[in-house]
């Protein structure tokens, strides 16, 4: 034998030697769903009580309530959880029965490649009595998960501080915006925080500045066709770089974190150093956490984010999103009781009790004790349409393009064209 | 070929009493085999399905559109990697990582070697100093890059000393201007990875016999003489491997980064790492079509290297050309 025939043989051997060791680890036949035991995988975002303790229980009443079902059910960090762990579960084939699904461009994904089961008959009265909020789970008229918590963005302020400049209501309009900027400066008070160094936070001002310069048509027809040919996306920026011309913002916000310590923006605001804060419906549980005690401050407050002058938008038009499960196409029809469950008045009205968000049951809307997310389900409740977060609804590929486009304007490095030419490259690549 | 194969020192404990030599050849070769099967086999499996196959799949999903999720089949051939380079943003990576590489090699360098060179005197506190010095490298890369964060954020520490002090005009929002953050981060860096640079200079220092600088002193060099024509030439081997270590770690740069700026104000701090985490998500062939260049230009800036600094110091291996 010679060298390089023994090579080729080893070779042979090595790679033989992996494929069976491979062989052995892929998964053997899953038998969950056949028989009397059942086990149900639930996955979801809630690493804190109130609401991780709420779906310890509801996991609990359901397996009291089916005997021989057991639910095992797991808290994970937000973003660990939709960007690592489910897309790895659900590439590997072994995806958990329940889990969070992200509205919008993710939900089409994930249903696209037929990793989610259609709820559309299985749930239909749940879903005609959770309503609206259920639109931005759907793909293609099908109903792929389900919401259970709803809310729109808007301006979260510190009553204090406004009391101290002399402003006595909220801005309605844009230019009351910039008069109560005004005001607040004249004291010593920055008016506004922006987490621009996460990057999104500043996307969400485009995105409001969007919905005020593009009709609802457009807003429903560009998105799923990924079309910006319209000169109201333009506009949007234009608006944005007229907006930041009156430097409304805190000191370095190219840099500042959203949620992370005392000088991240919501940090800012929790200690009183900075006014406002635009940011979505969770923001109080976050301002709560950064404050020395840990409670939400008394002098905490919303307000929905005033209207532009021009424009083809519908002032009534609100940007909003929120957070829902969907059941795996492989799970035991099982865990569709379960979603049902969930999903429920009766669990959604104690979720709304815990305060930890507004649920998208309306049967719910009762139950809702924390004043700021009453005001929050109050601007919902008044809203002709919720537009989706537009990175949420175009999907995981727009949202650093779109976003960092966005901070290169508060950055003073991009043009409103700019942004548009990231959202045209983008959908070209897709 | 056969003959160096045959039966060496590695199978003379086998008891091989019979006469034919061709025989006996082929058994030797065959147990040979056997032993280098038994011995490489499970790190060369293990070598195979955790490095070669990534890298090679990494290749393979670079030439798709694919979002992780379904089936691999939108073949788009070097598209992913004609939008990698025609990206502004992505060629700012490029170029913060090569000049984090230079501003290394060029600031660090002499640094390391001037204190490491001070160190090695006889001063009182030495030790003291060393350990000190080798502090920042013993940290953690997210505790260290939290707390600069913390320290250079425009309520931190650093601004609040600069105004005790009375030179509240320097005071700058340090990270979130883009005309200076490149050069914070590098001096968070060197600050960083200084430590190791002056532990490696030291090692390589006692090596340096001390003979001859007393055979130089005697015959009338100056300290200076002494550093220059004694000491730094026979430094060189170990400040060629650190040279090769600092512009791999250049090359590589993600989690101080990722922790201080993720990349910004507006790209000003991008490195190719940090911008395969944000671009890749939701865009694997993207993604790996990133990874496969920031592979291919590690690859390329250490071959080229070890080829032409380091052929005496790595003599046998993959590249050394000439012998």
């Not at chain 1, 793909?139 to 400049?165: H, K, M």
């Not at chain 1, 957070?323 to 429920?344: N, Q, R």
């Not at chain 2, 090695?120 to 000190?132: D, E, F, Q, T, Y």
């Amino acid at each position: 034998m010679n060298k390089r025939a023994a090579t080729r043989w080893a070779a042979i051997a090595a790679v033989s030697v992996t494929v069976g060791a491979l062989a052995a680890c892929a998964p053997s036949d899953d038998t969950a769903g056949e028989g009397d035991n059942v086990t149900i995988r639930w996955w979801h975002n809630a690493t804190s009580d109130p609401l991780q303790g709420l779906w310890a229980d509801v996991a609990a009443e359901f397996e009291a309530a089916n005997p021989g079902v057991t639910v095992e059910v797991t808290g994970y960090q937000n973003e660990d959880l939709q960007r690592t762990l489910i897309p790895n579960a659900l590439q590997s084939g072994d995806a958990p029965d329940v889990f969070q699904v992200w509205p919008g461009g993710e939900v089409r994904a994930q249903a696209e490649a037929g990793y989610l089961r259609d709820l559309t008959d299985d749930a239909a009265d749940l879903i005609a009595e959770i309503g609206g909020a259920t639109a931005p789970w759907q793909v293609d008229g099908r109903q792929y998960a389900l919401p259970f918590s709803f809310g729109i963005t808007g301006i979260w302020y510190n009553t204090e501080l406004f009391a101290q400049a002399g402003i006595d209501s909220a801005p309605e309009t844009l230019d009351d915006l910039i008069d109560a900027n005004e005001a607040l400066k004249a004291e010593g008070i920055t008016p506004l925080a922006v987490g621009a160094g996460d990057l999104w936070p500043a996307g969400h001002w485009w995105y409001q500045f969007a919905l005020n310069a593009c009709s609802v048509e457009t807003l429903q027809s560009a998105i799923p066709a990924r079309d910006f040919d319209d000169p109201c996306w333009v506009e949007a920026g234009e608006n944005l770089e007229a907006f930041l011309e009156t430097e409304p913002f805190n000191d370095g916000f190219l840099a500042t974190p959203a949620q992370t310590g005392a000088d991240s923006s919501a940090g800012l605001v929790a200690n009183g150093n900075v006014a406002m804060e635009f940011m979505g419906p969770w923001n109080s549980g976050v301002i709560g956490s950064l404050t020395a005690d840990a409670e939400v401050p008394e002098f905490l407050s919303w307000f929905p984010f005033p209207t532009v002058a021009g424009g083809e938008g519908d002032p009534t038009v609100t940007m909003g999103g929120g957070d829902g499960f969907g059941v795996s196409a492989d799970a035991p029809d099982i865990a569709v009781e379960l979603l049902k469950y969930i999903h429920s008045a009766e669990v959604q009205q104690r979720f709304a009790e815990t305060g930890a968000g507004i649920a998208a049951h309306p049967a719910a809307a009762d139950s809702l004790e924390d004043p700021n997310l009453q005001q929050i389900a109050d601007g919902l409740a008044g809203s002709s349409f919720v537009q989706l977060w537009l990175d949420s609804a175009l999907g995981p590929e727009f949202g650093n393009p779109l976003n960092q486009a966005i901070v290169n304007i508060f950055g003073g490095v991009g043009t409103p064209e700019d942004v548009v030419t990231a959202l045209k490259d983008t959908a070209a690549a897709l | 070929m056969t003959h160096h194969l045959t039966a060496g020192p590695a199978v003379s404990a086998g008891p091989a009493p019979t006469p034919a030599a061709p025989a006996r050849r082929r058994a030797g070769t065959g147990r040979k085999w056997l032993e280098i099967a038994l011995f490489a086999g499970p790190a060369l499996i293990v070598f195979v399905t955790f490095v070669i196959a990534p890298v090679v799949l990494a290749g393979v999903y670079s030439l798709y559109n694919w979002n992780g999720l379904g089936p691999l089949e939108r073949f788009i051939g070097l598209d992913n990697y004609v939008r990698a380079l025609t990206d502004p943003l992505f060629l700012t990576a490029i170029g913060n990582n090569f000049t984090i590489l230079i501003a290394s090699v060029l600031i660090q360098g002499p640094l390391a070697i001037s204190i490491a060179l001070l160190l090695n005197r006889k001063l009182p506190g030495r030790s003291v100093i060393r350990a000190l010095i080798f502090v920042p490298y013993v940290l953690a890369e997210v505790i260290a890059g939290l707390s600069w964060k913390l320290l250079l954020s425009p309520r931190g520490g650093v601004n609040a000393l600069l105004e005790a002090m009375g030179l509240g005009e320097f005071t700058q929002p340090w990270l979130a201007n883009p005309d200076i953050a490149l050069w914070v981060m590098f001096s968070i860096l060197t600050w960083k990875y200084l430590g190791f640079a002056i532990l490696l200079m030291l090692a390589g220092l006692q090596g340096v016999p001390e003979e001859l600088h007393e055979a130089a002193a005697i015959d009338g060099a100056n300290w200076w003489q002494i550093q220059t024509r004694i000491t730094l030439p026979l430094l060189a081997p170990t400040i060629r491997i650190w040279i090769f270590l600092s512009m791999i770690g250049s090359l590589q740069l993600f989690d101080m980064v990722w922790v201080t700026t993720k990349g910004g104000p507006v790209g000003a701090t991008n490195t190719m790492a940090v911008y395969l985490i944000q671009y890749g998500q939701g865009q694997y062939g993207y993604g790996s079509a990133i990874a496969v260049i920031l592979f291919v230009i590690s690859l390329a800036v250490a071959l080229v290297y070890q080829r032409f600094a380091m052929r005496r110091d790595l003599a046998g291996a993959v590249t050394s050309g000439v012998r």
